[in-house]
Structures are given as structure tokens and as C-alpha cells.
Nanobody, 126 residues
Framework: QVQLVESGGGFVQPGASLRLSCVAS????????MGWFRQAPGKEREFVAV????????YYSDSVKGRFAITRDNAGSTIYLQMNSLTPDDTAVYYC???????????????????WGQGTQVTVSS
């Protein structure tokens, strides 16, 4: 049984940094894709960042490019999301997602992923 468990969320002030972690158990995704989506109250779940580890490529939404960085461990079971220069617009529940066999054009689509974590809350406020 595959499980994804996120951690690292919290309450921070604008301009601060946080690092989220997602640990996969039950299998690794060294040759698949693991990434992050987020959902703010009253909004749809949106793509944040993903790593297609089979090719070593990473992709980011325009809203976080240059501020966030996605990385993984060598075993392919843990990914991280380093979030810098946080703003109140980054406030959301952040979800880890994983899947195998995703084509590049589907990486930004939530429905393409087979596995999801329970989410971790990130709140940015002064």
C-alpha cells in the first residue's frame, strides 16, 4: 500500500521560508514523478511544482518560479519543497502527489496522479 506523508507546514510571516517534506512508503518513484499541489479556501487545487525524476526535469508554476525549489533524495522516496519569500497568496494546504508513467504534458494536472498525501497547512500572515 502506497502512502505519502507530508510535513513541514506552519504559520510564518511574509518574506519567511519553509521547507516541506513528503515521504513515500510502499514504493519509490525514482522513475516516476513526485510533486506538489496546493489548495486555498474556496479555490481549486492548483499545481505548484513537480519533478519528473526519470529525466531529472523539474517544473514550476509561474507563481512560484524563482522562489520555490523541488528536490528529492537519492532513493526516490522523499521530496522536498523549499519555499522562500513567502507571501499571503501562498497560504494553502499543500499536497504531495506521485505517479508513474506520466507524460510531460500531464504533469501539471492533478487528475493525472495516482497517489496523494493528506496535506500540510501553510499560512503566511503578518
Amino acid at each position: 500500500q502506497v502512502q505519502l506523508v507530508e510535513s513541514g507546514g506552519g504559520f510564518v510571516q511574509p518574506g519567511a521560508s519553509l521547507r516541506l517534506s513528503c515521504v513515500a512508503s510502499g514504493r519509490t518513484f525514482k522513475r516516476g514523478a513526485m510533486g506538489w499541489f496546493r489548495q486555498a479556501p474556496g479555490k481549486e487545487r492548483e499545481f505548484v511544482a513537480v519533478g519528473k525524476w526519470s529525466s531529472g526535469s523539474t517544473y514550476y508554476s509561474d507563481s512560484v518560479k524563482g522562489r520555490f525549489a523541488i528536490t528529492r533524495d537519492n532513493a526516490g522516496s522523499t521530496i522536498y519543497l523549499q519555499m522562500n519569500s513567502l507571501t499571503p497568496d501562498d497560504t494553502a494546504v499543500y499536497y504531495c502527489a506521485a505517479g508513474m508513467g506520466l507524460i510531460t504534458s500531464s504533469l501539471r494536472t492533478a487528475g493525472a496522479y495516482d497517489y496523494w498525501g493528506q496535506g500540510t497547512q501553510v499560512t503566511v500572515s503578518s
